[in-house]
């Protein structure tokens, strides 16, 4: 009975009640238990949720709010993604490394949940993430200021950002590479599911459309023994060289990380 009503039992008998009324309540999961308090609510509440609750958000092994996460930090050597065995000892038949997963965000991105990365996602369809277009490193003066920073990263840094985020940038030659699968014959693409399935005109949100080119795209890294030069990943069959930074190439742009 709530708190100031009264009633009277079959036999006469009157009482008062104490229920205390907390009207909507409304409850944010922490890191430590709350306490329900003892009352009545009118139903109007809620209890929070959180769309980044997800599996690829979480380190691995830590199960929060029974989601179980996947995420490895770190992740240690990564698998190359060779599985065919040319005897014992080879890549194919060891498959050392840590395991790759990646999860499409839905958003025009895709996370790697061994390496933290956030990857953009290229499309078929026109605009600045078509897989088409390419970029200049640099206007001449050796420093990245080329296209590749005036039209690509300003164009995905503009305003709020791409998928909401506002640091994106080329990534180095190391974190380029972490795309490459070992496994895909020429003339690859060579780089894993998540990046290759490409249907002309879907759109960057679409889970089922994901474009590379089987050509070189540039990392941030420049080549030290020519400084006009900078480090490159040809996806044609997935090995890096260096070109020179007035050359027009496709980039992917990356963000976060551990």
Known sequence: ???????????GLGATGSMTDNGAVTITPGVADQTIAAGY?????????????????????ANVFGVV???????????????????????????????????????????????GLMWEKKVDSGGIHDRDN??????????????????????LNAGGGFAGHTDWRIPNA??????????????????????????AGCSVTSPSCSCTQSDDYWSSSTYQTNPTYVWSVF????????????????ARAVRAGF
């Open 41 to 61: 609510h009118n139903g109007s509440g809620t209890v929070a949720g959180d769309a980044d609750l997800a599996a690829g958000n979480i380190k691995n092994g």
């Open 235 to 250: 996806f044609h069959v997935g090995h890096v060289g260096t070109d020179g930074k007035a050359a027009n190439y496709f």
């Open 69 to 115: 996460g996947t995420l490895s930090a770190g992740g240690g050597v990564l698998k190359t993604g060779q599985t065919t065995s040319y005897g014992t000892g080879s890549d194919g038949n060891m498959q050392k490394g840590t395991a790759r997963s990646f999860t499409d965000n839905g958003d025009g991105t895709i996370t790697d949940n061994v390496t």
């Open 1 to 11: 009975m709530l708190a100031g009503k009264t009633f009277s039992s079959g036999a």
């Open 174 to 199: 190391f974190e380029l590479y972490t795309l490459v699968n070992l496994q895909i014959p020429y003339p690859g693409p060579t780089v894993y599911g998540a990046f290759n399935s490409c249907t």
């Open 134 to 155: 390419r970029y200049t490193w640099s206007t001449g003066t050796n420093d990245m200021d080329g296209t590749i920073v005036t039209t690509f990263l300003a164009g």
